[in-house]
């Protein structure tokens, strides 16, 4: 069982930036992959970002450039930090991963409105 915590959501004016963490109950050298979605009311949830075990980083073309995924296994955290945000980037934002079964966290809120 694998137990994910995402933090670090809240309001913030566009243009703005944001830093996202999910912490693990794993370690993460054990998951592999770590990934970001997001779900924006009304709307599917959709890939944002990934990271291997390895550091290759993976992102959607609506935040390449912006967004920035990074991990510290260490810490067993997974970062997401966000630049130059845009209204369409509010959304409920997940951090999940696969280890066996796929595991999500709870979410978090990011809201980008002036």
């Known amino acids: 069982q694998v137990q994910l915590v995402e933090s670090g959501g809240g309001l913030v004016q566009p243009g703005g930036s944001l830093r996202l963490s999910c912490t693990s109950s794993?370690?993460?050298?054990?998951?592999?992959?770590m990934n970001w979605y997001r779900q924006a009311p009304g709307k599917q949830r959709e890939f944002v970002a990934q990271?291997?075990?390895?550091?290759?980083?993976d992102y959607a073309d609506s935040v390449k450039g912006r967004f920035t995924i990074s991990r510290d296994n260490a810490k067993n955290t997974v970062y997401l930090q966000m630049n130059s945000l845009k209204p369409e980037d509010t959304a409920v934002y997940y951090c999940?991963?696969?280890?066996?079964?796929?595991?999500w966290g709870q979410g978090t809120q990011v809201t980008v409105s002036s």
């Open positions: 794993t370690s993460i050298v054990r998951l592999n992959n």
């Open positions: 990271i291997t075990s390895g550091g290759i980083t």
């Open positions: 999940a991963t696969i280890f066996g079964s796929i595991y």
